[in-house]
């Protein structure tokens, strides 16, 4: 079966210094992956999606970017963090990227708090 | 653009009530629809899922059956528990480059005892 890591489950960082993410899927070739980010609420909000190897779409202008160096590894990243970066940070995948209509898988998310 | 729009919350019953959380939908095409539910500090977890009309997804005692005529995606339990106090999100997949999915604010639910 499929599975998806995400880590560090909790992280406190100081404003100005940099960020990295891992995500990591499973059981699965070729999926799609995604970033959202959470914020004091709710509301999901996509930042990155990713339909194969070095193939990244950036969904909203910001101070974070992504990568993806292996069919499998989706990594979120940030040179300098800013107050607003502070949120719930989630992975996901789904079958791709020929497939369509199929849902999306979540990690357990990233508590990102910034100092 | 395709959009959701869930009801308001929070949604507070007493245990093994009723629960109706509306979901309606603007979408081009034949979208599929998902619900899916956020525990205190954890991911989102699918809870149920519909692929074309008239279609019902169930899980765990949820139901939401996919009406094309109205655009709605309903999700309703017989009778909750404390155990499902939670956000629940609505969802439609986009068919498009990437299988996006556009999620609805979510609707907190309180269940007491």
């Known amino acids: 079966s499929q599975t998806i890591h995400q880590w560090p489950a909790t992280l406190v960082q100081p404003v100005g210094s940099p960020l990295s993410l891992e995500c990591t899927v499973e059981g699965t070739s070729n999926p799609n992956l995604y970033w959202y980010r959470q914020a004091a609420g709710r509301g999901l909000q996509l930042l990155f999606y990713?339909?194969?190897?070095?193939?990244i779409s950036s969904e909203v202008p910001q101070n974070l970017s992504a990568s993806r160096p292996q069919d499998r590894q989706f990594i979120l990243s940030s040179k300098k963090l800013l107050l607003s970066d502070s949120g719930f940070y989630l992975c996901?995948?789904?079958?791709?990227?020929?497939?369509?209509?199929?849902?999306?898988?979540f990690g357990d998310g990233t508590r990102l708090s910034i100092l | 653009g395709n959009s959701v729009t869930q009801m308001e919350g929070p949604v507070t019953l007493s245990e093994e009530a009723f629960l109706t959380i509306n979901c309606t939908y603007t979408a081009t095409g034949y979208p599929s629809l998902f619900w899916y539910v956020q525990y205190p500090g954890e991911g989102l977890q699918l809870l149920l899922k519909?692929?074309?009309?008239?279609d019902k997804g169930s899980n765990k005692g949820f139901e939401a059956t996919y009406r094309k005529e109205t655009t709605s995606f309903h999700l309703e339990k017989g009778s909750v528990q404390v155990s499902d106090s939670a956000v629940y999100f609505c969802?439609?997949?986009?068919?498009?480059?990437?299988?996006?999915?556009?999620f609805g604010a979510g609707t907190i639910l309180r269940v007491k005892s």
């Open positions: 990713s339909v194969g190897i070095g193939q």
């Open positions: 969802a439609l997949s986009e068919r498009e480059y990437g299988n996006k999915l556009v």
């Open positions: 996901a995948w789904s079958a791709g990227p020929t497939a369509v209509n199929q849902p999306q898988h």
């Open positions: 519909a692929t074309k009309a008239d």
